[in-house]
Structure formats: structure tokens, C-alpha cells
């Protein structure tokens, strides 16, 4: 497990397996000791250049994710090929993304559950989706499926906004056997997206889904759910109000999503009201950068040495220094809430949005999962005096999510092709100050 993000002073992280003054910590294996799990739409993205006439000619809606039918994928791939428009083709899926990103950023352990083909060729879909997965994804449990896996035709406009065009093939096929209890016993959390129930009428994925939710619930596992697309949630907000509240500790989600959900077009103001259902939400607001909000316990809050921010929520950053916690695990919950906005101003120029927001939840999937690691392996630690959901500060969190979308923007793939800069992982380095 690497070190979530970058500190200006140094904070003790058992990194180092060596240090006597440690419990012994548990020997590296290949399955680790804490990891999280994800349930995904096994998807290749390929990504296509095109104008806004050809997103309006199939019926799609710009910057949004649409499923097509067969015929319609069939005339929108032979248009991309006979005009010769694919630009790249990568492993795709919200949380196969967000896995890898994961497992990237913390050099650790994440376990993807989904369909993967039986039969795979060389250099088909299936083979790129396995080729351009993190080698610290656990792949294993995948349910083996006869059939195509889902193409996600990414149709990238002149400004670098993406819309998704989604071709499902056997992507819904998972069932509920094919879920392992076990392993969503240990994890650290657990990983949905909204696109899951988005299936025909018999297709098994939301009854697996649930499955995963029963056993997270049964073990005490955080659910986190990513909202995926304003459209899904559009079609029933109260489903989803009900589902948060039942089901879900923490909220991934953009700022449309974040209005079909809540009626609130302000990302503050609709983290906010989010908190009456879960216990921590993630709000991305593109080029106005993120916000947090979550639980604290009173006696605990951590006033900010940053300015205070103006907002909806008057000074609504005051207490960002202070750790996460779940509502229930807090006898005086306090709200607290933070912004960032983006990191050095964004990238000079964004080649495409795609995969910025799973980004960011990676990040604060690593931080949470930092803070299981480090309580396995030193729990008289006094960061372990109450129950916290993350090892860092909300304004911390803020911080590495906004970090590593940037450096999403600033490649081509939805994936990133490696960990952040080298130097930026010395603990010493005032990177932040720059
Ligand atoms: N145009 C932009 N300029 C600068 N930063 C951006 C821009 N778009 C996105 N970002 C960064 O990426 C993060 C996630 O982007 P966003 O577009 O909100 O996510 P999603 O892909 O889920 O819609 C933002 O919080 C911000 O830090
Ligand atoms: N599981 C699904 N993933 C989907 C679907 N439509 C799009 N996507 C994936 O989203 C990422 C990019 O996410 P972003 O919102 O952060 O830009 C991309 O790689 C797509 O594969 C879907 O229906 N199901």
C-alpha cells in the first residue's frame, strides 16, 4: 500500500514493513490485506472524433451515456469505419476504470467482479480489455461468458467533451452465484454504479448487484455508489433517494447528476442534501473543481488554516481539516464540507473529459482503504481513537482526487498509464505549495 497523496509534514504511514516499532505487519501477499471491490459492465471504449451532427444523427445526447440497440451500433461503427474516425480503443466501464486507477494509485489490491468472455481472441475486444487492466486487478472472479463483452463508442467533440453511445453485448449477464461472499466480506469497500440497473427486463445484473450490497451490509462494508449519468437517475430520483439511504455510505456524483438527484443545480447545495442519506459525498464540478462533504464526530472537528470560503453555506469549509467518519459511528455528528478548484488551473489543454470523475473517486477510494490498512497494521494508533472512514482530512482528500483527475485530463485513456510523478511521492515535498 503506497502513502494516499501527498503530505507538507510528514504523518506516520506504515510503509515501511521494517520498522520495529510496528506489530509485525502481515506479510505482502498476492490477495493482501485490504483491497476494494467493484462490480462493472465489462466495456472497451472506442473512442471516435466527431461533430455534434453525427451525436444529434444517432440519437444521442452530448456529454451524456446512452444504451443503443444492435442495429444502431451496427450503422454507427460502419459510419466510424467508413470515414476511418476511431482514434483509440481502450478498456473502458466506470468502475473497471476505477479499479485499475486504484490499484495504480495505491500499488495494491482491487478485485473487479463482471462477465468476461470464455473464448477470448487475440487482439478482439475482450483480450485489449485484459491487456490494458492493472496487473494488481484481481481479475479472477470474473463469470466466464459466451459471448461479446459491451463496446462503449466514446465520441469525442472539437472542445473534448465526451458522449457515450453504449452497445451492451453480454455485459449484463453476471449473476448472483457468481458473486463471492468472501471476498466482499474483507474489502474495504464496496463499489456500484448507477449503470447497473441500466438492463433489458430477465438480464441478471441487478440481482447480483444486490447480492454484493446484502453481504457488504452483512459485514459491515461501506457500499459507495458513482451516479454514472444524469439520464439514469433522471428517469426515477426517489428510487435512487431510496436506494442512497438504504443502501450507500458514500456518493460519487457530478454536478447534473448531483441536480437530477437532489433539485439543487448548486454542487455545495446538493452535497448537502445528499448528507440527509449517506455519510460522505464526492461532487465534481468540472472546470469548477470538486466539492466534499461528510460527517464528523463535534469533538473532533479541525478548524482550517486555509480562507474561509463564501457559498450557499456561509464559511462552508471551516471545520476541512477534520477526518471523515460514518453518521452512525458519531454521537455528535457535525456536517463539514470542502472545495478545490482544479489543480494548477486545470490542464492547458484537455484533449478529453473522459474518466476524470472515476479519477477522482479512485483517489478517495485509496485514502479510505489507506486508513483500513494502516488500523490491520498498527491499531493503538491514535488515528484509530474513533471509528474514521478516512486516514486523511476532507481538504486533504480534496486535494489528491482533484491531483490525479488532472492528470486524467492531461492523458488520453479514461486509465492511468501510471502512478503519479516519482517526485511528487517524496513525503517532504511542499509539492502542494507550488
Ligand atoms: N474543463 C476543466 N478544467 C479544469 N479542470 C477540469 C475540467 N473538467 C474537469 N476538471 C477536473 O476534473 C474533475 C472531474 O471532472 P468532471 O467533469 O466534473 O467529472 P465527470 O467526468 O464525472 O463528469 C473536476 O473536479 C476537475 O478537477
Ligand atoms: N459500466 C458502465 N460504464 C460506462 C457506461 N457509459 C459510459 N461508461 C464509462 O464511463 C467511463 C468514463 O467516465 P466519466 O464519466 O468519469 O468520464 C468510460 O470509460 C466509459 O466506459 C455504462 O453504461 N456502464
Not at 51 to 76: K, T
Not at 159 to 188: C, D, K, Y
Request: proline letters at 5%.
Amino acid at each position: 500500500m503506497k502513502f494516499p497523496g501527498q503530505r507538507k509534514s510528514k504523518h506516520y504511514f506504515p510503509v515501511n514493513a521494517r520498522d520495529p516499532l510496528l506489530q509485525p505487519v502481515q506479510p505482502e501477499s498476492e490477495t493482501g490485506t485490504s483491497w476494494v471491490v467493484g462490480i462493472d459492465q465489462t466495456l472497451v471504449d472506442i473512442e471516435a472524433k466527431v461533430d455534434n451532427a453525427f451525436v444529434a444523427r444517432y440519437g444521442l445526447s452530448v456529454g451524456h451515456s446512452l444504451v443503443i440497440e444492435d442495429d444502431v451500433a451496427d450503422a454507427l461503427y460502419a459510419e466510424l469505419m467508413r470515414e476511418n474516425l476511431i482514434t483509440h480503443q481502450f478498456a473502458g466501464g466506470t468502475i473497471g476504470n476505477t479499479m485499475h486507477n486504484y490499484s495504480v494509485l495505491a500499488d495494491d489490491r482491487s478485485v473487479l467482479l463482471g462477465v468476461m468472455c470464455n473464448n477470448v481472441q487475440i487482439g478482439g475486444y475482450a483480450y485489449r480489455y485484459l491487456c490494458n487492466t492493472s496487473s494488481r486487478t484481481d481479475l479472477n472472479y470474473l463469470q466466464g461468458v459466451d459471448g461479446a463483452i459491451g463496446r462503449c463508442f466514446t465520441l469525442i467533440s472539437d472542445n473534448g467533451e465526451r458522449t457515450f453511445a453504449i452497445s451492451p453485448g453480454m455485459m449484463n449477464q453476471l449473476r448472483p452465484e457468481s458473486i463471492p461472499e468472501q471476498v466482499i466480506a474483507g474489502a474495504s469497500a464496496l463499489v456500484l454504479t448507477s449503470y447497473l440497473v441500466r438492463c433489458k427486463a430477465g438480464e441478471p445484473m441487478p440481482e447480483a448487484t444486490m447480492q454484493a450490497v446484502a453481504w457488504a451490509k452483512q459485514y459491515n462494508v461501506p457500499v459507495v455508489l458513482t451516479l454514472g449519468t444524469k439520464h439514469v437517475i433522471a428517469e426515477n430520483p426517489q428510487f435512487w433517494r431510496d436506494f442512497l439511504r438504504e443502501h450507500v455510505a458514500i456518493l460519487a456524483m457530478n454536478e447534473e447528476e448531483g441536480l437530477e438527484l437532489t433539485g439543487h443545480a448548486d454542487p455545495l447545495l446538493a452535497a448537502d442534501k445528499a448528507l440527509e442519506w449517506v455519510d460522505l459525498v464526492l461532487c465534481t464540478a468540472g472546470p469548477n473543481g470538486l466539492y466534499m462533504a461528510g460527517y464528523t464526530e463535534e469533538s473532533a472537528k479541525r478548524q482550517t488554516n486555509l480562507p474561509l470560503l463564501p457559498g450557499a453555506i456561509a464559511e462552508f469549509n471551516q471545520y476541512e481539516f477534520s477526518r471523515a467518519m460514518r453518521y452512525q459511528d458519531c454521537q455528535q455528528p457535525l456536517r463539514i464540507y470542502s472545495h478545490i478548484a482544479p489543480y494548477m488551473g486545470g490542464p492547458e489543454k484537455i484533449m478529453n473529459t473522459n474518466g476524470a470523475g472515476d479519477g477522482a473517486l479512485a483517489a478517495l477510494l485509496h485514502d479510505i482503504t489507506a486508513n483500513s490498512y494502516h488500523r490491520n497494521n498498527v491499531p493503538n494508533s491514535s488515528k484509530h481513537v474513533r471509528n474514521y472512514l478516512t486516514y486523511s482530512s476532507l481538504a486533504q482528500v480534496c486535494k489528491y482526487a482533484n491531483r490525479v483527475s488532472y492528470q486524467v485530463l492531461n492523458q488520453h485513456s479514461p486509465r492511468l498509464t501510471r502512478g503519479l510523478p516519482e517526485r511528487e511521492d517524496s513525503l517532504e515535498e511542499a509539492y502542494w505549495e507550488r
